[in-house]
């Protein structure tokens, strides 16, 4: 299998890098702006000052009023007084022409307003660019050839109130130029700086949360390829209780599951092989005699065929066994059926009675069918559960013993079970077999359940049945003194083997 072309690890990565540098443009971009507003704010506030000054200063009138020799524009001592490093001060006439300018300004002109400045207390400031050659000395230690100016103009008043020109005060915006270029470089520099670290930090710290991903990748393979189970992703016991440790977690559950149930399934066929070796070997060995004694001795002739038909009987049995552990029971379909589960013992009763005669037990079973012990469920599995637990316990209950079945209904809880009992009086099972004997082939005396005619697979198919219907099954037993098996079933009521009837 091949590694992905673009890694999640590279995708996360990106994606959050691409988001972090999206906002730092936006931070950057606020930040660059805020400060313009903050700066030209202060800046406005010394222009405002000087142009209120201007326009209020008495000896600018006089000094209009007298102009010194030569043609305009002229150069006033009170614009002089005004102006300063980055100020600038213009007058026009009122047709427009300048009349007077700041010796700072030299050819320069600023451009006339964007509106007519008629009435006194008018005003208007305007944002222009100028070349900042002759104009500005401190802009020659940098590269910048252009500079922004911001230009307040208003109405010129005589002594009467008459609008008599224009007065103009420019203030270079260099401080601001200057500021947002290096802010551009800073900002750009450190934005570099920033997605470059936040890359190599992304790249590091998604590779460590995703490394258990890449070994589940690597595990899963190396299964794969040798299908050795035993492998798990997560050494430690204590996995990261983050999502893709819990991922982790889950697949070494599964994978501890997947090795139990193979173990399970590898242990059952070798244990099911072994069980059908004996008869086949019996057979073979009993058809070999017959063949090659059984012409001179004829007592053979008789012996072997009995003893070939038993051995092949338990194969039978023996594979119908098989057969019923290795078929899926979670068919809805297969369950859908009324089952009264005392009937089902008497019908089981007629085929079990003469074994109970054989071994000289008591088999006692319910009598009238007039309790509500109803399951919904599959006949013949139901069959087989009781065949099993009546037949074992007949089997395992010497001569002179009691076997007793009985069915009744309770409650648990909200719930209605139907109880299935299997009581004896037989050999019993020892405590530590107790935990053991639903383990499929297992035996408390092997050789024992073996002569009885035992599979060693009775109360595996009863356990298997019971859940397949929803139950339990539960055991008490004391050696010496007998066994108690109860298969606990989810009731129905309503009816009886499928017919409708009314509950009692
Ligand atoms: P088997 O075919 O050997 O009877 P089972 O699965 O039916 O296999 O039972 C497993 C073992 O449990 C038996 O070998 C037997 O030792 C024990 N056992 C089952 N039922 C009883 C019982 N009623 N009394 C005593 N022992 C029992």
Redesign the pocket.
Known sequence: MARPTVSIRWKMTLLYTGLLAVLLVAFGLFLFFAVERLLIGSLNETLTQRFAQAQAAPQLRAELAAPPPGAAPWHLPTLERLAGAGLFLQIRDSDGHVIATSANLGATQLPPPSGTLSQPNQADTTQIRLPVGGLLPEAATTDIAVVRFQVRSGPLLDAHGHVVGVLQVAQSLLTVDEVQDRLIDVLVEGMAVAVALALAAGVWLAGRLLHPITRITDTARRIGASGDLSQRITPTTRPPQDEVGLLAATFDTMLERLERAFAAQQQFVADASHELKTPVTAILGHANLLRRRGKTNPELVDEAPTAIIEQAERMRRLTLDLLTLATPGDHPERVAEVVSIEQVITDVAKALVPLARERAVQLTLPGAIDTVTRVLGDRDQLKQLVV?LVD??L??TPAGGQVQVTAWQESHGLDQAVVLEVR?T????GAD?LPH?FERF????KAR?RA?G???????IVQDVAYRHGGTVMVE?QVGQG?V?RVLLPAVAGTVDGMVTSQS
């Not at 037989?426 to 099972?429: N, P, Q």
């Not at 297992?442 to 005396?445: G, T």
């Not at 035992?454 to 595996?460: I, N």
């Open positions: 099993n074992n316990a089997r395992y004896d037989g050999v019993g099972i077999d004997i297992y035996r408390v005396d359940s009885a035992g599979s060693g697979l009775g109360l595996a037993s066994s098996f």
